[in-house]
């Protein structure tokens, strides 16, 4: 299962997506182009999963996000990943 919308309010679009095998946990697409306001867009979307009875929602953020935005919600550091690509032919 899996939603997708768009909040023109908030100019965020987003994807919750369930994962494999697993019907109770999502991830988290977001795009946004108001930042300051991503508090307010996180609840939209966390609302939209509670709805859904999606009781564990994933995202991968870069760490300025991470420190500026999302560490005053309740969340489990799960790790790091990055991935370079220097140049696809």
């Not at 919308?5 to 919750?16: D, E, H, N, Q, R």
């Not at 697993?22 to 182009?33: F, G, H, I, M, P």
């Amino acid at each position: 299962m899996s939603c997708k919308g768009y909040v023109p309010t908030l100019k965020s679009a987003f994807i919750i997506e369930n994962m494999w095998m697993k019907k109770d946990k999502a991830k988290l697409t977001l795009w946004t182009l108001r930042k300051k306001e991503l508090s307010l867009i996180l609840n939209v979307v966390f609302n939209i999963a509670k709805n859904y009875e999606f009781k564990k929602l994933y995202v991968s953020v870069s760490y300025d996000i991470y420190n500026r935005y999302l560490r005053k919600y309740s969340h489990r550091l799960l790790g790091n990943e990055v991935l370079l690509i220097m140049k696809l032919k």
